[in-house]
């Protein structure tokens, strides 16, 4: 039996997306979990798994196209039969479909394809996040030549043009707009940008956060670190941050509280432990997630988190490397910082904001010697927790930070 395929609902506040490009065509054959499309939303381009498998009869919507969530956008069935969208439950044969052009010569399909193309026709050709590369980097899509479907200019083209005019010398490729003593310049917030900023501004309106701040002896941690490292590749390098991920994770297994989503009535208590991780990107920041981090050794969640930042980086990820977090760290460690707060990323009910691990003068019985410290600050929900079981996740945490043995 034929399946409607709809546009997917990839994150709890995503509303529309935009199809960024068919992987698989009308006609080929695909199996349940492969990739059946790129789409857009206002955090990244996610690869979507198809649910079913058999033929694609129908792509019921054009590329760079945008439209709700739960429209229908392909058909996917056995081969030889058509699936009416006005009788969901009536399948088709290629035969019936040929009796009924006479009554009905233009299919809701054909008018649906049809309209899409009306509204792309005078529009430049260009997807979404090709897009917002260019607005960042002030380039002039209509200088550029598309090698997409029908001369849609996308990601790609952009790099290769930005490429192109570093290597002039006297130009600059740079994102950040240069601005001279004097002048004011007028530069829009990018679609993640605002998302962020939305959701942040009901965070912090919404959510009483409290903070507790704790300085961690990492020495012997940053010890163990070297010694793991010592003789791989650099690239296959264990991070402080993996660390963070185990220890944070098997700490939450005593404070469900802390591990939880809170809709306003009532606090669902997560026996999952999924650890988001905020990933720098040049549009703003996406969340990656390494699920059930606590039942992971270091080495696993090294080399999932190395490949999902990867994905990030080159603008395509899955939907499961950046939805479903049950607790996130914000680490600004590598970049020097020394001290500061994050907000909660809702409906979680906590997140942890660490800063750079730093040699620092400390008292050990009496005399002052060098130590190396970590100072992390947990923001929670008052709704939640308290200010007393928000202390004693931060003293529980130093237990793996400070004996990282322990996370074996």
């Known amino acids: ?84 969208l006005n009788t969901p439950d009536k399948i088709k044969t290629t035969e019936d479909r040929e009796k009924e052009k006479e009554i009905n010569p233009e299919p809701v399909v054909s008018i649906a394809k049809e309209e899409t193309n009306r509204k792309q026709q005078g529009s430049l050709k260009a997807s979404p996040l090709a897009k917002a590369i260019a607005s960042e980097n002030g380039v002039d899509l209509s200088s550029i030549t598309g090698s997409g479907p029908g001369g849609r200019i996308v990601k790609r083209d952009i790099e290769k043009h930005l490429a192109s005019v570093e290597a002039q010398p006297g130009e600059t490729t740079s994102p950040t707009v240069k601005i001279q003593a004097g002048e004011e310049t007028l530069q829009p917030l990018s679609k993640l940008r605002k998302t962020i900023g939305a959701r942040m501004q009901q965070s912090k309106q919404t959510i009483p956060h409290f903070y507790v701040t704790y300085s961690y002896d990492v020495e012997i941690l940053l010890k163990m670190r070297a010694e793991i490292n010592q003789g791989r590749p650099k690239e296959e390098h264990i991070s402080i941050n993996d660390f963070l991920v185990k220890a944070v994770a098997m700490t939450l297994r005593q404070f469900p509280k802390l591990n939880a989503s809170l ?141 990282p043995w322990r996370m074996w």
């Open 263 to 403: 809709d306003g009535t009532a606090l669902t208590l997560h026996g999952d432990i999924h650890i988001g991780n905020a990933v720098a990107v040049k549009e703003g920041l996406l969340t990656v997630v390494c699920r059930n981090a606590d039942q992971k050794s270091l080495l696993q969640i090294s080399d999932e988190m190395r490949a999902m930042v990867k994905r990030v980086k080159n603008g395509k990820v899955n939907p499961q490397d950046i939805e479903g977090s049950t607790f996130t760290i914000s680490n600004l460690g590598m970049y020097g910082v020394e001290e500061f707060s994050a907000i909660i990323n809702p409906p979680e009910t906590a997140i942890l904001a660490v800063s750079s691990a730093m040699q620092v003068p400390v008292v050990a019985d009496g005399v002052v010697k060098p130590g190396m410290r970590m100072k992390a600050t947990l923001s929670a929900d008052h709704r939640a927790s308290d200010g007393a079981e928000a202390a004693l996740f931060m003293k529980e945490l130093a237990t793996y930070l400070e004996q």
């Open 1 to 84: 039996m034929a399946n409607i395929v709809e546009m997917p609902k990839l994150g709890f506040d995503m509303a529309e997306g935009t199809l960024s490009t068919w992987v698989k065509k009308e006609g080929d054959t695909i199996q349940k979990g492969e990739i059946l499309a790129d789409i857009e939303t206002d955090k990244a381009t996610i690869q979507v798994e198809s649910s079913f498998s058999g033929t694609i009869l129908k792509e019921l919507i054009e590329v760079n196209t945008t439209v709700p969530v739960g429209t229908p956008i392909a058909v996917i069935g056995e081969q030889g039969e058509e699936y009416d």
